[in-house]
């Protein structure tokens, strides 16, 4: 569930295997045509496939200079990824029945905590296949 002052992208490509759907708001002094500056995205991976548990996928994608921790949502248990390179962006990542399911985050701009607290209300509904 997402607000409705949100806007549904389902052509973005954040995930190098595709993405599920993307939802954003875009803040007041975003500039169009210009890096994303001032706003939050909500981003879901198309799972992919995997022989690998949790810990080893994530380590076979993400370097030790990433900030990795455990987090739970909704009772799942997620490898939480904090990435900087091109900007700086939260991934969530969980494995279950050997399909990865990723999840993208971002928030920025002068309203950034306000951002990421709609962030953190869209993760607690987020509902994944058993």
Same mark, same amino acid.
């Given at each position: 569930e997402y607000p409705s002052s949100?806007?549904?992208?389902?052509?973005?490509?954040?995930?190098?295997n595709g993405d599920l759907v993307m939802v954003q708001f875009t803040g007041s002094t975003q500039q169009p045509n210009t890096e994303f500056s001032?706003?939050?995205r909500f981003v879901l991976m198309t799972p992919v496939?995997?022989?690998l548990d949790l810990d080893s996928w994530i380590n076979s994608k993400y370097s030790a200079s990433d900030q990795i921790s455990d987090t739970n949502i909704n009772s799942i248990a997620f490898k939480k990824v904090y990435t900087c390179g091109l900007g700086c962006f939260t991934y &969530?990542?969980? =494995? *279950?029945?050997?399909?990865v399911y990723g999840v993208n985050t971002f928030a920025e701009g002068?309203?950034?905590?306000? &951002?990421?607290? =709609? *962030?953190?209300?869209?993760?607690?509904?987020?509902?994944?296949?058993?």
């Open positions: 949100w806007t549904v992208d389902k052509t973005s490509q954040v995930f190098e001032d706003g939050a496939p995997t022989d &969530y990542y969980t =494995v *279950i029945n050997g399909q002068t309203k950034k905590a306000e &951002y990421q607290g =709609v *962030i953190d209300q869209i993760l607690k509904t987020l509902v994944l296949p058993q």
